[in-house]
């Protein structure tokens, strides 16, 4: 059963500042999706990551994927107070199941 | 381009009723999948459907079961509900999902509070 550890779970950074999320997962997957979600919001798809060596940017959002290290990292370059959220990767495992981790609080403050 | 909808957004039941969510995929979409997320457990995994046929299934009781029409629409439908069933459930659509960098779209959610 594929166990998906995500970390740090809370996060509170200074606007400006770098930092990375983990995500660890325990068994092979072929798809790796981080999605982001505000308060009472739905969850909003950020990246799909498909092979080994993976690197999508968008914004100040950097997802890369070792399916090697079964890793991935989310990475944020100079926050800003609109990142606030929080944030999920999910591994697929078969068909279109996602396995969630437990999300990343991610709060910047000015 | 419409998104996936789900209704109702709200609702209240009590304990021991039961309950149906319906959701309507993109358009074009054929593949829906159901999530609940609470603040204990998190996101987790209820079942799938592709063409009307249940691809892949969560370790949720039996209470908890779903269908998917013709039209890809897709209901769930929870019976003898529980405290513990109060959740925000969440739908995503997706094309296929065999393969490629396939997006699972998600509703904007029910939130079901059972008093």
């Known amino acids: 059963e594929l166990k998906v550890e995500q970390n740090p779970l809370f996060l509170s950074m200074q606007e400006g500042k770098n930092y990375t999320i983990y995500c660890n997962y325990s068994?092979?997957?072929?798809?790796l999706y981080w999605y982001r979600q505000d308060p009472g919001k739905s969850l909003e798809s950020l990246f799909v990551l498909l092979s080994n060596g993976a690197v999508k940017q968008e914004g100040r959002l950097m997802a890369s994927l070792d399916t090697k290290a079964r890793l991935s990292t989310l990475h944020i370059t100079a926050a800003v107070h609109d990142l606030s959220a929080t944030y999920f990767c999910a591994p697929k495992t078969g068909g279109n199941k996602l396995v969630f981790g437990a999300g990343t609080i991610l709060r910047v403050k000015s | 381009k419409a998104g996936v909808t789900q209704t109702p957004r709200y609702l209240i039941k009590t304990r021991g009723q039961q309950v149906t969510l319906s959701c309507s995929p993109i358009s074009g979409h054929r593949s829906v999948s159901w999530y609940q997320q609470t603040p204990g457990q998190g996101l987790q995994f209820l079942f799938e459907y592709f063409s009307e046929t249940q691809r892949n299934k969560g370790n949720f009781p039996g209470r908890f079961s779903g269908r998917q029409f013709s039209n890809s629409r897709s209901e769930m439908n929870v019976s003898t509900l529980e405290l513990g069933d109060s959740a925000l459930y969440l739908c995503a659509s997706s094309r296929t999902g065999r393969s490629g960098a396939n997006v699972l779209t998600f509703g904007a959610g029910s939130r079901l509070t059972v008093l």
């Open positions: 068994t092979t997957s072929d798809r």
